[in-house]
Protein backbone atom coordinates (compact mmCIF):
# COMPACT_ATOMS: atom_id res chain seq x y z
CA UNK A 1 0.00 0.00 0.00
CA UNK A 2 0.88 3.57 -0.43
CA UNK A 3 2.51 5.69 2.54
CA UNK A 4 0.16 6.70 4.61
CA UNK A 5 -2.73 4.75 3.11
CA UNK A 6 -5.62 4.62 5.94
CA UNK A 7 -5.68 0.78 7.56
CA UNK A 8 -9.47 -0.77 6.17
CA UNK A 9 -10.62 -2.29 9.65
CA UNK A 10 -13.84 -4.07 10.32
CA UNK A 11 -16.27 -2.37 12.41
CA UNK A 12 -16.76 -4.02 15.84
CA UNK A 13 -20.15 -5.57 15.87
CA UNK A 14 -20.61 -5.64 12.43
CA UNK A 15 -22.41 -8.56 11.67
CA UNK A 16 -22.83 -10.71 7.90
CA UNK A 17 -25.54 -9.28 6.37
CA UNK A 18 -28.04 -11.91 4.89
CA UNK A 19 -28.52 -10.65 1.56
CA UNK A 20 -25.14 -8.77 1.08
CA UNK A 21 -25.45 -5.74 -1.15
CA UNK A 22 -22.78 -5.68 -4.57
CA UNK A 23 -19.97 -3.43 -4.54
CA UNK A 24 -18.26 -3.21 -8.26
CA UNK A 25 -15.13 -4.14 -8.57
CA UNK A 26 -13.10 -0.42 -10.04
CA UNK A 27 -12.34 -1.29 -13.70
CA UNK A 28 -9.01 0.49 -15.05
CA UNK A 29 -6.70 -0.94 -18.02
CA UNK A 30 -3.88 0.74 -15.66
CA UNK A 31 -5.58 -0.37 -12.20
CA UNK A 32 -2.38 -0.17 -9.67
CA UNK A 33 -2.09 -3.31 -7.83
CA UNK A 34 -2.72 -1.70 -4.38
CA UNK A 35 -6.00 -0.45 -5.78
CA UNK A 36 -7.34 -3.88 -5.99
CA UNK A 37 -5.89 -5.11 -2.59
CA UNK A 38 -7.59 -2.42 -1.40
CA UNK A 39 -10.42 -3.05 -2.56
CA UNK A 40 -10.72 -6.20 -2.14
CA UNK A 41 -9.77 -5.71 1.90
CA UNK A 42 -12.78 -3.23 1.70
CA UNK A 43 -15.28 -5.59 -0.34
CA UNK A 44 -16.55 -7.37 2.13
CA UNK A 45 -16.89 -4.97 4.89
CA UNK A 46 -18.87 -2.74 2.74
CA UNK A 47 -20.82 -5.39 1.39
CA UNK A 48 -21.92 -6.55 4.54
CA UNK A 49 -22.23 -2.55 5.10
CA UNK A 50 -24.69 -2.17 2.56
CA UNK A 51 -26.94 -5.32 2.83
CA UNK A 52 -27.75 -3.85 6.50
CA UNK A 53 -28.53 -0.49 5.50
CA UNK A 54 -32.25 0.16 4.32
CA UNK A 55 -34.30 3.18 3.22
CA UNK A 56 -32.82 6.95 2.60
CA UNK A 57 -29.24 5.24 4.75
CA UNK A 58 -29.03 2.73 1.63
CA UNK A 59 -29.23 5.46 -0.88
CA UNK A 60 -27.12 7.67 0.51
CA UNK A 61 -24.30 5.08 1.33
CA UNK A 62 -24.88 3.26 -2.02
CA UNK A 63 -24.61 6.63 -3.99
CA UNK A 64 -20.99 7.44 -2.24
CA UNK A 65 -19.61 4.12 -3.12
CA UNK A 66 -20.95 4.39 -6.48
CA UNK A 67 -19.20 8.18 -6.80
CA UNK A 68 -15.84 6.57 -5.57
CA UNK A 69 -15.64 3.68 -7.74
CA UNK A 70 -16.75 5.77 -10.48
CA UNK A 71 -13.52 8.59 -10.02
CA UNK A 72 -11.29 5.34 -10.04
CA UNK A 73 -11.97 4.18 -12.78
CA UNK A 74 -11.87 7.37 -14.49
CA UNK A 75 -8.41 7.18 -13.04
CA UNK A 76 -8.07 8.79 -9.68
CA UNK A 77 -6.75 5.93 -8.30
CA UNK A 78 -6.14 8.54 -4.80
CA UNK A 79 -9.96 8.11 -4.54
CA UNK A 80 -8.91 4.25 -2.93
CA UNK A 81 -8.08 6.11 0.15
CA UNK A 82 -11.50 7.07 0.70
CA UNK A 83 -12.75 2.97 1.48
CA UNK A 84 -11.66 3.84 5.34
CA UNK A 85 -13.95 6.95 5.04
CA UNK A 86 -16.59 5.04 3.37
CA UNK A 87 -16.49 2.48 6.14
CA UNK A 88 -16.89 4.55 9.02
CA UNK A 89 -19.39 6.05 7.08
CA UNK A 90 -21.56 3.37 6.60
CA UNK A 91 -21.09 2.36 10.10
CA UNK A 92 -22.21 5.62 11.10
CA UNK A 93 -25.56 5.42 9.16
CA UNK A 94 -26.11 1.63 10.37
CA UNK A 95 -25.42 2.92 14.06
CA UNK A 96 -27.97 5.48 13.45
CA UNK A 97 -30.44 2.87 11.67
CA UNK A 98 -30.11 0.61 14.70
CA UNK A 99 -31.20 3.49 17.09
CA UNK A 100 -34.09 4.88 14.89
CA UNK A 101 -35.30 0.71 15.05
CA UNK A 102 -35.26 0.56 18.65
CA UNK A 103 -36.92 3.82 18.85
CA UNK A 104 -39.62 2.71 16.88
CA UNK A 105 -39.61 -0.67 19.06
CA UNK A 106 -40.08 1.14 21.83
CA UNK A 107 -42.49 3.08 20.81
CA UNK A 108 -44.56 0.20 19.86
CA UNK A 109 -44.32 -1.29 22.38
CA UNK A 110 -45.73 1.48 24.38
CA UNK A 111 -48.15 1.83 21.57
CA UNK A 112 -49.23 -1.96 22.29
CA UNK A 113 -49.21 -1.60 26.30
CA UNK A 114 -51.70 1.37 25.99
CA UNK A 115 -54.20 -0.63 23.78
CA UNK A 116 -53.93 -3.96 25.81
CA UNK A 117 -55.06 -1.61 29.21
CA UNK A 118 -58.17 0.00 27.22
CA UNK A 119 -58.98 -3.25 25.43
CA UNK A 120 -58.77 -4.55 29.05
CA UNK A 121 -60.97 -1.73 30.52
CA UNK A 122 -63.23 -2.84 27.96
CA UNK A 123 -63.64 -6.38 28.27
CA UNK A 124 -64.32 -5.54 32.23
CA UNK A 125 -66.94 -3.19 31.20
CA UNK A 126 -68.89 -6.18 28.64
CA UNK A 127 -72.03 -6.74 31.19
CA UNK A 128 -72.55 -3.91 31.77
CA UNK A 129 -72.83 -1.93 28.08
CA UNK A 130 -75.15 -2.62 25.40
CA UNK A 131 -73.72 -5.14 22.77
CA UNK A 132 -73.83 -2.72 20.15
CA UNK A 133 -71.44 0.04 22.06
CA UNK A 134 -69.06 -2.79 23.07
CA UNK A 135 -69.25 -3.99 19.13
CA UNK A 136 -68.24 -0.10 18.39
CA UNK A 137 -65.84 0.40 20.79
CA UNK A 138 -64.05 -2.85 20.42
CA UNK A 139 -63.47 -1.46 16.28
CA UNK A 140 -62.91 1.58 17.10
CA UNK A 141 -59.62 0.36 19.00
CA UNK A 142 -58.72 -2.04 16.50
CA UNK A 143 -58.74 0.89 14.33
CA UNK A 144 -57.02 3.24 16.20
CA UNK A 145 -53.19 3.55 15.06
CA UNK A 146 -51.68 6.18 17.71
CA UNK A 147 -51.36 6.86 21.37
CA UNK A 148 -54.40 9.71 21.21
CA UNK A 149 -56.59 7.58 19.27
CA UNK A 150 -56.36 4.66 21.42
CA UNK A 151 -57.02 6.87 24.74
CA UNK A 152 -60.20 8.80 23.21
CA UNK A 153 -61.26 5.06 22.92
CA UNK A 154 -60.65 4.64 26.50
CA UNK A 155 -62.17 7.81 27.15
CA UNK A 156 -65.75 6.49 25.13
CA UNK A 157 -65.47 3.28 27.22
CA UNK A 158 -65.73 5.68 30.74
CA UNK A 159 -68.30 7.77 29.54
CA UNK A 160 -70.19 4.40 28.10
CA UNK A 161 -70.14 3.00 31.79
CA UNK A 162 -71.36 6.08 33.34
CA UNK A 163 -73.88 6.91 31.42
CA UNK A 164 -74.72 2.57 31.61
CA UNK A 165 -74.81 2.82 35.58
CA UNK A 166 -76.95 6.01 35.65
CA UNK A 167 -79.27 4.06 33.39
CA UNK A 168 -78.91 1.15 35.58
CA UNK A 169 -79.39 3.57 38.92
CA UNK A 170 -82.27 4.81 37.51
CA UNK A 171 -84.26 1.36 37.07
CA UNK A 172 -83.40 0.26 40.10
CA UNK A 173 -85.12 3.34 41.74
CA UNK A 174 -88.12 3.14 39.17
CA UNK A 175 -88.47 -0.57 41.02
CA UNK A 176 -87.94 0.55 43.99
CA UNK A 177 -90.92 2.74 43.50
CA UNK A 178 -92.96 0.34 42.27
CA UNK A 179 -92.23 -2.03 44.45
CA UNK A 180 -93.24 0.11 47.57
CA UNK A 181 -96.49 1.34 45.54
CA UNK A 182 -97.65 -2.21 44.91
CA UNK A 183 -96.78 -3.10 48.89
CA UNK A 184 -98.64 -0.03 49.94
CA UNK A 185 -101.76 -1.06 47.55
CA UNK A 186 -101.43 -4.40 49.46
CA UNK A 187 -101.16 -3.35 52.94
CA UNK A 188 -104.78 -2.87 54.57
CA UNK A 189 -104.78 0.67 55.61
CA UNK A 190 -104.99 -0.12 59.37
CA UNK A 191 -101.61 -2.46 59.41
CA UNK A 192 -99.83 0.12 57.66
CA UNK A 193 -100.23 2.04 60.19
CA UNK A 194 -99.31 -0.01 63.02
CA UNK A 195 -96.19 -1.17 61.54
CA UNK A 196 -93.56 0.96 62.48
CA UNK A 197 -91.40 3.00 59.81
CA UNK A 198 -88.18 1.30 60.44
CA UNK A 199 -89.77 -2.08 59.09
CA UNK A 200 -90.53 -0.15 55.65
CA UNK A 201 -87.13 1.29 55.50
CA UNK A 202 -85.44 -2.08 56.47
CA UNK A 203 -87.67 -3.72 53.13
CA UNK A 204 -86.39 -0.95 50.81
CA UNK A 205 -82.92 -1.81 52.15
CA UNK A 206 -82.81 -5.09 51.95
CA UNK A 207 -84.86 -4.98 48.02
CA UNK A 208 -81.83 -2.05 47.19
CA UNK A 209 -79.50 -4.33 48.26
CA UNK A 210 -80.95 -7.47 46.43
CA UNK A 211 -81.42 -5.44 43.37
CA UNK A 212 -77.74 -4.15 43.22
CA UNK A 213 -76.83 -7.32 43.97
CA UNK A 214 -78.42 -8.63 41.18
CA UNK A 215 -76.96 -6.11 38.79
CA UNK A 216 -73.46 -6.58 39.67
CA UNK A 217 -73.89 -10.48 39.53
CA UNK A 218 -74.78 -9.64 35.79
Known amino acids: MPPGFPAIVRPSGLARATNPGVVPEP ?16 RPILSDLLGSLTGDAHARFDAALTEVNTLINAGK ?17 LTEQ ?12 ALEATRKRVNDQLRDAATQLP ?7 TKALRAAVDAEAIAAVGD ?5 LVSARSVQDRRREREIHRTRTRIQRATPKSAAQAEPAADWQEVLRRLQEEMTAGTTSG
Open 27 to 42: EHHHLPAWVRRAYGQA
Open 77 to 93: FSQAFRYADLIAMGDGL
Open 131 to 137: QEVMARL
Open 98 to 109: RREEAEIARAHR
Open 156 to 160: EVQQA
